[in-house]
């Protein structure tokens, strides 16, 4: 496939998909899968020390790859564990921050930050990013910001071009999970697309059966925006796109430590699996089946490069 752009250049990929850090779901395997199908594979934050899961990673042979840090969870020492071992180090859900790039720089991996909002990109370029991921309000799981991604993706990338010329890659989140999507983000200007809910549906995602369940069945007006989930789990006044019907089980369960927790459903877990955290995007109408990881990327550019040839 000849879709290559800044991103694929600066990162080493063969096509411009970069796959979600979704905490417990983007775990080695999966990262692994996107990343030897030609896209970024991302870890996401895990329990499992992080380690750990960079030599499965490294057992693997995936590459390129990179992790993502959540800001209310971030250990600054781990950015010392990944910065050199992945080629792409992530921040999200956090003030753009010059002397984490730095940190990030000085371990020798690519900087990127996700923002949600025109200040935001400004301030990840002017801390010296390489790569902006912009999420648009349709995303799945935790949102940054509150405005649809084409118009947001427009407005950013005017602001980026202004500040850095070429040297940013700009990714765009939110609502992609077909080739029709990831061509309109390629057209508008975009150097990659940004999917999660898709790889959540693979063979590899570490998600619950029930979670994967959900989503085949699940359409884009399906999904609701709230800020329950986390609020008294350690994450609060965190907005989050999940499945209704997860926030509507919750909703009717009685009150204990973990109702409404952040943390997804996962293989092996027990409990009142319906009733957990189902992050999904707008795009979850694109989900019909549960292919490999490799399958969604192979779609997913050979049809966007089909798309944009017409």
Not at 98 to 127: M, P, T
Request: hydrophobic letters at 50%.
């Amino acid at each position: 496939m000849s879709l290559h752009t800044r991103f694929t250049d600066i990162v080493g990929c063969d096509v411009p998909i970069q796959l979600a850090g979704m905490g417990m779901v983007a775990t080695p395997a999966l990262a692994a899968a996107v990343s030897a199908a030609g896209g970024l594979g991302m870890l996401g934050v895990a329990s499992e020390p992080l380690a750990d899961r960079l030599e499965q990673l490294d057992a693997l042979g995936a590459g390129p790859y990179g992790i993502n840090f959540l800001g209310p969870f971030l250990a600054p020492a781990e950015i010392d564990i990944a910065a050199g071992r992945v080629r792409v180090v992530e921040l999200f859900w956090l003030a753009p921050d010059a002397a984490l790039v730095e940190r990030i720089h000085n371990g020798g991996s690519l900087a990127s930050w996700q923002v949600g909002s025109i200040d935001e990109a400004k301030a990840a370029v002017d801390a010296g990013c390489d790569l902006v991921v912009v999420q648009g309000v349709e995303a799945g799981g935790h949102v940054r910001g509150t405005v649809s991604l084409l118009p947001l993706l427009a407005s950013i990338l005017d602001a980026v071009d202004g500040l850095a010329g070429d040297q940013v890659a700009v990714v765009a989140a939110g609502g992609i999970g077909t080739a029709r999507a990831m061509a309109a983000a390629l057209a508008a200007g975009a150097d990659a697309v940004r999917v999660g809910t898709r790889f959540i549906a693979t063979l590899e995602s570490q998600a619950h059966d029930d979670y994967k369940a959900a989503l085949v069945g699940a359409g884009a007006e399906d999904t609701m925006m709230n800020e329950e989930f986390g609020r008294e789990t350690g994450w609060p006044d965190a907005p989050n796109r999940v499945l209704r019907s997860c926030f509507e089980a919750a909703l009717s369960s009685p009150p204990g430590p973990d109702r409404f927790s952040t943390m997804p459903p996962v293989a092996g877990i027990t409990g009142n699996v319906a009733a957990m955290a189902m992050y999904a995007g707008q795009s979850v109408a694109a989900v019909t089946g549960i292919p490999s990881a490799a399958d969604v990327v192979r779609e997913l550019a050979s049809g966007a490069e089909a798309l944009l040839r017409r």
